[in-house]
């Protein structure tokens, strides 16, 4: 796993997590429009599981979360919850 977004006190942008993801920005930014465009999610920037978590992007539909996809250095995770 690679270093995420921790500092709670401080909420990034989207551009901000976006460069976080370094040589996967494109990817993190594609996935997320990609989400929303097909699937019709609404984005939201949260710090939602703990401290091991980080800041990261909720995508819901219909208030139902799909998936959060958590910003890491170089990186992205995405978790689903369907």
């Known amino acids: 796993m690679h270093e995420r977004m921790l500092n709670k006190q401080v909420m ?14 494109k990817r993190f930014s594609l996935l ?11 984005q939201k920037i949260v710090f939602p599981y703990g401290n091991n978590y980080g800041w ?21 995770t995405v978790m689903i919850r369907l």
């Open 12 to 25: 990034p942008t989207r551009e901000e997590m976006t460069e976080f993801c370094g040589e996967n920005a």
């Open 32 to 42: 997320n429009e990609y989400l929303t465009s097909v699937f019709g999610t609404e």
């Open 56 to 76: 990261g992007i909720a995508h819901r539909k219909k208030n139902k979360l799909i998936c959060n996809i958590f910003a890491e250095n170089n990186a992205f």
